[in-house]
DNA sequence: GTCTATAAATTGATAGAC
DNA sequence: GTCTATCAATTTATAGAC
């Protein structure tokens, strides 16, 4: 959800809102956005449908409104990062400890970002931010190696997509609470993409 | 396909199946398996539904045959392994390098593949097996520890999770005859993973 | 092995009462 | 803001002719 968005609300929708979006997207995790019927929703939040369409104008929007809140909260991490001084490396390895935390804190919604395909209009639209994002990590691993922090024999954008791959890769098994540790998980992908592996 | 799978039928309805398959797997990947009707799939095929099910029992059974592609060639990837000689993390290396030629060969078999979640009989299948691939890669990265080649400061299994989930991202961008070469993403995959980053 | 026709169930969404 | 009732379209799948 944008801050616009938020502001034309009065605050008791805004809660309902909130805890409507929140079962949805653990549903729409669960069995997949397109598997995922109004019916399943109906049911996981216990009202009837009718009474989530009084709230949004369809399935869709829920989609909509459930990837906004990721991509807002990873394009804050971005956004930080250019208010920031320092060596590009540096600021690269702050924006990739605060994106396994944004990933963490915001699990049900990045992922759902990540899933996305582009098959509706709001899909195509959170495609298109990702793509945004995507430039300007490559810009910040470009500087790094321009200030001769990053070895300089691989190409940035091929280096930013693994880098990130990896990043997004957790959403495939990383669970808060259960499992390896969030700081863990942090420690060791710095570890591994900036020194690597071996002894 | 499996071996056992394949030897049942005659040739002629192995080949109209591997063309079918083919133009299946695609379409589940442009808008996904729970989106692609059997409707879609018969336009795409240029047959009739009631035609595409004289040669499966339904739609769930060609994305049973479309995982089961995948998984076939990323075993024989660990089974070669087992049969080699030398170091563990040579072995892995080459485990890395195979399991990049593999997708790029079978992109859309295992793309499929690693977006399958457990919503059906199939589908929790193939999620077990994939786990068991998991526990296989596991174990090469810990005797590659075990033997002083690998830095023994990171946890094997969550060191494992992170290697193969860089992986596993390629299906979301790379694209072959497009963009970056699969020699130059092997390479560059590689040196990250086990060198690191850092000039 | 492909077709037409159709069954039976489910889908996203709306009307209108309370 | 939630409900019951319902719609039109689509879904997976089958029957049976050629």
Redesign the pocket.
């Known amino acids: 959800m944008t801050e616009a968005e938020r502001r034309v609300r009065?605050r008791?929708?805004r809660y309902?809102l909130e805890e409507l979006l929140h079962v949805v997207a653990q549903e729409f995790l669960r069995r997949g956005y397109d598997a995922?019927?109004?019916?399943?929703l109906s049911r996981a939040t216990?009202?009837?449908?009718?009474?989530i369409?009084?709230?949004v104008?369809?399935?869709?929007e829920l989609l909509r409104l459930a990837v906004a809140r990721a991509l807002d909260a990873l394009f804050a991490v971005l956004d930080e990062q250019d208010a920031q001084e320092g060596p590009a490396v540096e600021r690269l390895e702050h924006v990739l400890r605060a994106s396994v935390r944004v990933l963490a804190a915001e699990l049900p919604y990045v992922t759902l970002l990540l899933r996305v395909r582009g098959n509706t209009e709001a899909e195509r639209w959170a495609v298109q931010r990702r793509r945004e994002f995507d430039r300007r990590l490559t810009a910040l691993v470009r500087t790094a190696v321009d200030e001769g922090d990053l070895r300089d024999d691989l190409d940035p954008a091929l280096v930013t997509r693994l880098v990130f791959g990896t990043v997004n890769s957790l959403v495939d098994w990383f669970r808060p609470g259960s499992g390896h540790g969030r700081q863990q998980v942090e420690d060791t992908l710095v570890a591994m993409v900036l020194e690597g592996l071996r002894a």
Chains 1, 2 share one sequence.
């Open positions: 009065p008791e929708q309902s995922t019927s109004m019916e399943d216990g009202r009837t449908k009718s009474s369409y009084h709230h104008s369809g399935k869709e």
